[in-house]
């Protein structure tokens, strides 16, 4: 009988401290769990750079490809203007660094 209760013990002690482990430590549930919601956080990150890769790589393509596509990127992006064209610039008055010249405003942005 003392053999008995002495495994009945032991195994009782084996099993709680097993349970311990599951709820507290490396690899228990909440463990788990926030790393779960790590993997979701980064698959969410993947999908917009996904988009965002997918979005460049149509605009190289339509660059290759297209002369207009071209023009139209330096007129946005950079400013230019065909020959014999006027390019009005409206400024408005809410906006105070946008009343600097470039090379200024890139100096001073926090202009008062």
Do not use: C
């Amino acid at each position: 009988m003392n053999m008995t209760r002495i495994l009945f013990w032991g195994l009782g002690l084996l099993a709680f401290v097993l349970f311990i482990r599951l709820w507290v430590g490396p690899a228990s549930y909440p463990d788990i769990r926030r790393l779960e919601q790590q993997i979701e956080q980064q698959n969410a990150a993947n999908d917009e750079q996904a988009e965002i890769k997918r979005k460049l790589q149509m605009d190289v393509v339509g660059l290759s490809k297209d002369d207009e596509a071209v023009e139209e990127h330096a007129r946005s992006e950079l400013g230019m203007v065909r020959q014999g064209e006027t390019f009005y610039q409206v400024i408005l008055k809410s906006d105070p660094v946008a009343t600097l010249p470039v090379s200024q405003a890139k100096a001073a942005p926090n202009v008062e």
